[in-house]
RNA sequence: CGCGGGGUAGAGCAGUUGGUAGCUCGUCGGGCUCAUAACCCGGAGGUCGUGUGGUUCAAGUCCCACCCCCGCAA
């Protein structure tokens, strides 16, 4: 058979691990290009700094394109001179205009952080976490035109347990999604995987985090906060404010205990031998916490620091 | 040259107008207790980021240079 060549596009870490497994299992195909989203000017003193993706292409020596836009003509001739027989296409961040997506043999392949139809979007695996879904997976798609609606061609699940970050989540999903990959790749070359079109029923939105959505309610129950806190972890992570001086802490981690403590909502109503917080149902624990400026660290060095006193207030 | 915070004991911090380096926790030893993450007593542990830098009778503290860490914003 034919040696197939697929040129890889992604820039988020979890386009990492799917990248190494194409490049681990090159001697089935040519990784012949890698696209990553251009860097731009970013982070302390505005440095422009290679993403991961772009690092690794280096190192092994693939041909790297970071461009800004597909929709220019050029930006398509370029990609078409490559002569893919497929692409594959894991946390981009780039919108593939039609003439990309129609341009290799077998089409663009996604690998999706999901369990399609639901969670489709930018932010799938920290959603799941924060509506404590019970398990997620990965869908490997064959792109359309639509916002991760295309059909789906394999998927894998894993189960998401109760003290699981997004985080966690991500790493196994990238191993899952990566495996998954390399496992039916040479199917679709061989036209032995059958495209499902996603159902209508079960599908969902998955919008990238706000900022606004980083904050604390505390008058939230502490279970929701406890999942909130877990899905944005580690980043961005989730934050509160002191209300004594403005000061943003953030949680990095925390959890829900089933006791209710006099006080006010948002209050430090303890910090021996536990740090908790009166919630709007239920008692949430901090455990590792991070003030303005400052590094992480435990619950309890902020409290010998004096950086967290007892009968503080947060407020989001 | 985006804005800002910070490097002091194993950890988290304080150190006022320069004048013998402190606090909470941990650790080690002892005590109290049926018991304890509780309480009491005692001990060890620091070239105060770097510069055989500058000012000074005297620098953790003031000045200069450099290194490193972190928050925001992107």
């Known amino acids: 058979m034919k040696r197939r060549k697929i040129v890889f596009m992604g820039t988020g870490p979890f386009a990492l691990a799917c990248l190494k497994a194409l490049w681990d299992g090159r001697d089935a195909w040519d990784v012949a290009a890698v696209y990553t989203k251009a860097p731009k000017k970013a982070g302390r003193g505005m440095q422009v700094r290679d993403g991961a993706v772009a690092e690794f292409a280096r190192e092994k ?6 461009a800004l836009t597909l929709r220019t003509e050029e930006a398509q001739a370029a990609f078409r001179a490559i002569g893919a027989d ?31 139809p639901a969670y489709r979007g930018a932010a799938p695996v920290q959603r799941a976490v924060m ?25 894998a699940e894993t189960p998401i347990s109760d003290t699981d970050t997004a985080g966690d989540v991500f ?21 032995a995987l059958t495209p499902v079109p996603q159902p209508q029923e079960g599908s969902s939105y998955a919008a990238k985090i706000e900022n606004a959505e980083q904050c604390l309610d505390f008058s939230r129950p502490a279970a929701e906060l406890d999942r909130l806190v877990r899905g944005l972890s580690p980043v961005p992570g989730a934050l509160c404010h002191f209300e004594k001086d403005g000061k943003v802490l953030k949680i990095r981690a925390a ?25 709007g ?17 435990s619950a309890r060095d902020a409290v ?7 009968g503080d207030r947060l407020c989001p």
């Open 171 to 191: 790493d196994r999903l990238a191993l899952l999604g990566a495996s998954l990959l390399t496992e039916k790749l040479p199917l679709l070359f061989e036209g």
């Open 255 to 279: 959890r829900a205990v089933a006791e209710e403590h006099a006080g006010q909502i948002g209050q430090v109503v303890a910090v021996k031998p536990r740090v908790l917080v009166k919630t």
């Open 304 to 310: 010998n620091g004096r950086r967290i006193v007892p």
């Open 86 to 116: 497929a692409a594959v296409v894991a946390s981009y961040g780039l919108i593939l205009p039609k003439g990309i997506l129609e341009a290799p043999a077998f089409g663009c392949v996604n690998v999706h952080g999901s369990l399609l």
């Open 281 to 297: 149902a239920g008692t949430l624990e901090l455990l590792t916490v991070q003030p303005e400026g400052k590094g992480q660290m």
């Open 61 to 66: 020596g693939i041909p790297l394109v970071q």
């Open 131 to 155: 509506n404590g879904e019970k398990k997620t997976g990965v869908t490997l798609m064959q792109m359309d035109e639509g916002l991760d609606t295309g059909d789906m061609l394999a998927a």
